[in-house]
């Protein structure tokens, strides 16, 4: 009786002791990391006419990604495409179902030289049609981040992350890709989304 007792709770300490890693592990990555680990926005974001927010000036997600860059010190990479999404909603909707159905890769403007010298990367991008529009497919397509720690993110207006972190993953399966966030588009636009952004940040 006593041996199953003590099998019992040497079994009961090494759950707790594995669940305690994996939350180490968790936050480790982000909140706890080391001042010398660079953090990274790469995010896509399209101002304009769009659906629940009207003609906007700077994009939803654009507004998440620098309330994350104000909350964490963290550099961004905006992914701006070499087409021109400044276009009426239901034309920019017709444009972005051509695009995913025929598999399209956009080219976009800029490049990041010091890739390597990030350990952390949020990634962000409005949700079109059920994941990332095609044009972060292009930079997913050009930058290995495989070994990194990744956090992707969206703003949506119902399909929360949508397919973006098993796309994400599956584009970089030795990353760790964490659980990621997403926001409503319209929230975005509100002035609490520094607030918003930091309470979303703490679990990580
Ligand atoms: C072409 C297009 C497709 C969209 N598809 C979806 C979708 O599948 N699910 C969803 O929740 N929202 C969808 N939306 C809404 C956007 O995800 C939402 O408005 C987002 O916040 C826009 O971010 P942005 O201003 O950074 O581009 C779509 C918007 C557009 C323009």
Redesign the pocket.
């Known amino acids: 009786m006593k041996n199953i007792v003590s099998i019992i709770a040497l079994c009961f300490m090494l759950m707790l002791a594995c669940t305690g890693h994996a939350q180490n592990k968790e936050s480790k990555t982000f909140n706890n990391m080391e001042k010398k680990e660079k953090v990274l926005v790469v995010f896509?974001?399209?101002?304009g006419e769009?659906?629940?927010?009207g003609n906007?000036k700077i994009?939803?997600?654009?507004r998440a990604a620098d309330a994350i860059c104000e909350l964490t010190g963290a550099d961004q990479f905006e992914i701006v495409a070499d087409k021109n999404y400044d276009m009426p909603?239901m034309d920019?909707?017709n444009?972005?179902?051509e695009e995913a159905k025929n598999n399209e890769f956009p080219s976009y403007k800029g490049k990041i030289d010091n890739i390597a010298n990030y350990d952390t990367i949020f990634i962000g991008?409005?949700?079109?049609?059920?994941t990332y529009p095609r044009v972060m497919f292009s930079f997913f397509r050009d930058y290995d981040l495989n070994g990194k720690t990744l956090i992707p993110f969206?703003?949506?207006?119902?399909?929360?992350l949508?397919s973006t972190v098993s796309d994400v993953k599956r584009t970089y399966p030795n990353s760790e890709v964490l659980s990621g966030f997403s926001i409503?588009?319209?929230e975005?636009q509100k002035v609490d989304i520094k607030d918003r952004v930091a309470k979303l940040l703490k679990k990580f």
Do not use: D, M, Q, R
């Open positions: 896509f974001s399209h101002a769009n659906y629940s927010v906007i994009g939803n997600t654009k909603y920019l909707v444009l972005a179902t991008g409005p949700v079109w049609w059920g969206t703003t949506h207006e119902g399909s929360g949508a409503y588009g319209h975005c």
